[in-house]
């Protein structure tokens, strides 16, 4: 029999910690040994035998959280925002004293979400026509949302590699706005709801066809299989892996 | 057994005048009297027995087609473009001296599409939030589509007669277009696609739900279920009807 | 200045009665004056001085409640089940004897919900074709939904009125269950997903369209604004009502 | 400048022929140098300088055809259904005389209805449930339609290699036939619209996230882009391929 995977989650207390709680007790081939909040010391990972620590904290506090848990041998997976180059540059240099030690840093977690970004984009190359649709809750204060940006620009630059065509639009008549925004040249809409979470749609189409797929996050817990995915698989994955989609098997 | 109704076309050589010469063979309670061209003489309508006419000209001649039935007791079902108010007045005018006739006027036969705007202005009282998606090929050079426009109004209406507030939007960092175009103050977001032909979507969303009526109208094949339906029903609305939802029975 | 409704939630320590006394607090024109758990005397309704009541109770005390607040004047909104045809005859009776006071009885307040199904009965008299696909969570027992077979029985009773013929089908060879369960001739599909809540589509077609009618509820919240709409109304609806439709202005 | 591809299709006067024939004409890389109907003898393929076959013919005649293209060093693009493994077999044998070409058979020229399957197949791995629902005009005979089935076999052997658990189901109490047929334990579900074409919608389900893969066909034009692509790709993949997934670069 394995043993179980002895993990320490950093940020417990905020939303996302507690739900990354609740999922690690849940899981039965893991064991939670610490959940620490902001004033609690580094030093009880150690002492708690940790081994894989999951960081949902700050921007200002993740990257000394991240290179204390790589000095102590610790693999890390990190839902944390602010991880910018000079940042990334930096882990990866440490990481290379630890050669054995893996680092995920994710944007995103929800698996179904990942998936979708990336199949829109294989597709993208044998359309003649892609665009997105966002819908989001209607408290949300930027358009398009930052996955739909991110998405149109993976759409773009898989169609320039490819070679195709923009998308055609006979268009010469608009009320300002019909046509949404361009995010290097894909049209992008976004809907505000009152009702909705955080949902996406990717419509691609050629003669006679259309190709839709579409991204529902109901709610926050559609996060935790991605972080349980990642902490089976990040010792498997020495080094920094930026992004969810390294570890799924889409090439198979 | 009830007797056949002896039906005309007129604009019969067109690509909506053929569709409609082939669905009356096709109905079996109508009979197919004349099917007139664009130099075929009215006169003919009156040889050939016609009781019902359907116009499916152009705006040049539809108004001279239209009279002419009236003055010689022929309903009238009408689907031809350029009906202003001037004309409707006229119309108007000259059905008062023959009570018995009726005309019907509808710039969109496709019933589905018309239920769905009926729907959607009957819904958009009771949701906080509504938009508008409509997809088309992208052949199309206006958008929003007219369809959608007058959708978007009737939902502002309705909105604006029971005092709802405008749906919430916290939007305050958007790339240009990215809400779409607003219509009476109701956003409205156009997509063209390759492979579409006619699409709309009305989306209602209130505290934890969501009601989505769509209409897609593949083929222009749609419209003659409504061309029919305005035949068999026009006798029995005498004067000027104008719009199919007229002889539709929603308030059941 | 019009006065607030002095509202009572029988109940509220319930799931939904605590969504019913959280939505009545937040109301404007609301007063919550009682909330009544399942040992508190219905007196209290009284030194209370309760106008509205709430009933979101169990079928084994609903009826009590009812009568209890009709016999006091008081009017009434119901979401408890267990209303058979008996305790609505008895009821009907008691309010003979207070003739100002309402009663609404509904087994549904998700005015997505409830709009869906009513348009879906319009709407299906006229089209060759319609089928209705339910989708809900894992953990649901039944199949179909309570909901999609009323709305399918509603369907097919406006179709057997209409006279329209039954849906098309030339299926000779099929796997059984693919073409889902018949409810009164009309198909329904029971889909069941991790993710879910609860979710209808009804799809109607005929030549080149079709109409799709879909209601998602994503949250226990979807009921709040059907039970607030029903306590404004009910004092304007003397006598029995049941379900949520009567008050829906759905023939304008 | 690349010379363009000399193309001969066989089958020119059947439906996907002639849609063949144009789509052909239309590329401004082919040259259609022969379109031979069921009577035209092959030898015309040698006389008219074919390098390039489509055969989009019969069951019957299928077989000779491409052998007759292999023996003379033309490559082939199958879209004719009845190559049982035994057929296969003999196939792959030829070409291993003829080295250096190559032979595409492909089920399905679709490129969207191609990439869901692969897309859902790959996605499936990752979620608690999935389950899928095939709509189509009501004069098909069978049910579930043979893609819906392939894909339901496809998603059932990719989750019991990544030994993912059945799709939860609570169900204790069904109508005959809600829950749809099972196909390898995946539940299938099959719609009868009339104004449908051909569609497909894989829905994953996972806690608190959904993910829908849906194909619309609308028209037989869809396969015209699959054809082209499998024309420009054939010399390129010398020996036998069976599926047009072989050609599509989803492992990027």
Same mark, same amino acid.
């Given at each position: 029999?394995?043993?179980?995977?002895?993990?320490?989650? !950093?940020?417990?207390?905020?939303?996302? +910690?507690?739900?990354?709680?609740?999922?690690?007790? #849940?899981?039965?081939?893991?064991? !939670? =040994?610490?959940?620490?909040? &902001?004033?609690?010391?580094?030093?009880?990972?150690?002492?708690? +035998?940790? %081994?894989?620590?999951?960081?949902?904290?700050?921007?200002?506090?993740?990257?000394?959280?991240? &290179?204390?848990?790589?000095?102590?041998?610790?693999?890390?997976?990190?839902?944390?925002?602010?991880?910018? #180059?000079? /940042?990334?540059? %930096?882990?990866?240099?440490?990481?290379?004293?630890?050669? +054995?030690?893996?680092?995920?840093?994710?944007?995103?977690?929800? !698996?179904?979400?990942?998936?979708?970004?990336?199949?829109?984009?294989?597709?993208? /190359?044998?359309?003649?026509? =892609?665009?997105?649709?966002?819908?989001?809750?209607? *408290?949300? =204060?930027?358009?398009?949302?930052?996955?739909?940006? %991110?998405?149109?620009?993976?759409?773009?630059?898989?169609?320039?590699?490819?070679?195709?065509?923009?998308?055609?639009?006979?268009?010469?008549?608009?009320?300002?706005?019909?046509?949404?925004?361009?995010?290097?040249?894909?049209?992008?809409?976004?809907?505000? @709801? &009152?009702?909705?979470?955080?949902?996406?749609?990717?419509?691609?189409? +050629?003669?006679?066809?259309?190709?839709?797929? %579409?991204?529902?996050?109901?709610? &926050?817990?559609?996060?935790?299989?991605?972080?349980?995915?990642?902490?089976?698989?990040?010792?498997?994955?020495?080094? @920094?892996?930026?992004?969810? *989609?390294?570890?799924?098997?889409?090439?198979?």
């Amino acid at each position: 029999m394995s043993e179980k995977l002895a993990v320490a989650v !950093l940020g417990a207390a905020g939303r996302m +910690g507690s739900e990354a709680v609740a999922a690690v007790e #849940a899981a039965e081939d893991m064991e !939670l =040994v610490a959940a620490l909040g &902001r004033t609690d010391p580094l030093e009880t990972l150690v002492s708690a +035998g940790a %081994r894989y620590v999951v960081d949902l904290t700050v921007p200002d506090s993740t990257e000394a959280n991240v &290179r204390f848990a790589v000095e102590h041998g610790m693999h890390a997976v990190v839902g944390t925002t602010g991880w910018d #180059a000079e /940042r990334l540059g %930096r882990l990866a240099d440490l990481l290379e004293t630890s050669p +054995g030690t893996g680092v995920l840093i994710a944007p995103n977690f929800a !698996l179904g979400s990942v998936l979708a970004s990336a199949f829109a984009a294989k597709a993208a /190359r044998y359309f003649e026509s =892609v665009e997105l649709i966002e819908l989001h809750h209607p *408290d949300k =204060v930027d358009a398009p949302s930052g996955t739909a940006v %991110r998405t149109a620009q993976l759409i773009a630059a898989a169609r320039a590699e490819a070679g195709v065509a923009p998308s055609p639009d006979a268009t010469t008549k608009a009320l300002p706005g019909a046509r949404g925004a361009e995010v290097d040249g894909v049209h992008v809409h976004s809907v505000r @709801l &009152r009702g909705l979470v955080a949902h996406q749609e990717v419509l691609l189409g +050629g003669p006679g066809e259309q190709l839709t797929i %579409r991204h529902d996050s109901f709610d &926050r817990a559609s996060f935790m299989p991605g972080v349980l995915l990642g902490l089976r698989q990040v010792a498997g994955h020495p080094g @920094l892996t930026v992004g969810l *989609d390294g570890y799924l098997n889409l090439n198979d």
